[in-house]
């Protein structure tokens, strides 16, 4: 199969059919029937073939892997449990693996981490944020992981009027475009899973965090936002542990404080460091400049974007209504 992510094209490979239908899932809407791909993933359901590198030393560890590199080639080892090798002459990876959960996790966060690594080059701004839109706006959603955005999204999906463009995170282009990312839906509690048919329902024992439920984008083809947008509404969401969930005026600074979190220093998003770094973390300094390009990008974005603070209680279905109300009040016309 291959994708096409806003110009990253990848094609993905596997001997075994089945595999590669269900590792390439979350990226369904970005399945096109040909291209010229840039990288290479081949998936193999076997034993990671210790035996046939070459004896190499570890660069750096992170909590769920181990990092060696020689030349050109890279080896994330996950503790015994599968491999990633990436040949970079060659712009190819390859994921070793019997387990299947782990094939789709590490396909997954790979392509998240080519993806982190192609905004950077292209100077685009990812924000960790739940994004919908209505009519021609665009609105997103800020909260910390776990801060109810995919609550929020399946609140949202319920009503007519909008349209889902990520669940997890805004894409921004230099020239202010928000583009589509919907990836798939994820919670931890299976309850709020009782409406959605089982055929778009999935599940992945993760290497870090456990089991965790998933929904296809495909349940709600009809209302998937694909087209690009460049009017933005910017909304942060803090809680109350008591009281009426209420919106306000965001000033720039908490605007631009909020930014330096989910985007500039991408808390809450899959950077990929394993496969950024070559050598250490220290390479981290080396990467000034793109956090300098980042932090160009927050601060126009805070300038030019109208941002509000949404503080929300613990009703998710107060949260919801409140949220609805206010689109629905100040940019239906629009």
Not at 231 to 255: C, H, Q, W
Not at 292 to 321: G, H, M, P, W
Request: charged share 25%.
């Amino acid at each position: 199969m291959i994708l096409d992510i806003h110009g990253l094209v990848i094609e993905c490979a596997s001997s075994h059919k089945a595999l590669i239908q269900s590792v390439v899932r979350p990226f369904k809407f970005f399945v096109v029937q040909s291209g010229h791909p840039v990288l290479n993933i081949d998936i193999k359901q076997t034993d990671p073939p210790y035996d046939e590198l070459p004896e190499m030393k570890a660069c750096f560890s992170t909590p769920r892997n181990i990092v060696f590199k020689q030349g050109d080639l890279k080896v994330i080892d996950y503790f015994g449990k599968g491999i990633v090798v990436e040949e970079k002459s060659l712009k190819k990876f390859s994921i070793y693996g019997r387990d299947e959960d782990f094939l789709q996790e590490s396909f997954y966060l790979l392509v998240l981490s080519l993806i982190s690594q192609y905004c950077d080059d292209k100077g685009f701004l990812r924000i960790h944020a739940l994004v919908f839109s209505q009519l021609d706006t665009a609105f997103i959603f800020s909260a910390q992981s776990g801060g109810g955005k995919s609550t929020m999204a399946l609140g949202l999906m319920e009503n007519g009027d909008f349209k889902l463009i990520s669940d997890d995170e805004a894409i921004l282009t230099a020239s202010g475009d928000l583009l589509p990312l919907p990836l798939r839906i994820g919670t931890l509690d299976k309850d709020k899973l009782k409406a959605i048919p089982d055929q778009y329902i999935y599940e992945i024992d993760r290497m870090e965090f456990g089991k965790k439920y998933f929904i296809d984008i495909d349940c709600w083809s009809e209302k998937l936002e694909k087209r690009k947008l460049n009017k933005k509404v910017f909304l942060i969401a803090k809680r109350l542990m008591n009281g009426t969930p209420y919106i306000e005026k965001a000033s720039r600074y908490d605007t631009l404080t909020n930014l330096m979190g989910s985007a500039v220093l991408g808390l809450g998003l899959y950077q990929g460091m394993e496969f950024v770094f070559n050598n250490s973390p220290w390479e981290l300094f080396r990467r000034l400049p793109v956090f300098l390009k980042r932090l160009t990008a927050a601060l126009k974005f805070a300038v030019t974007t109208d941002s509000y603070q949404i503080y929300l209680c613990r009703d998710s279905t107060e949260n919801i209504r409140i949220l609805t109300n206010f689109v629905t009040d100040n940019y239906r016309s629009t």
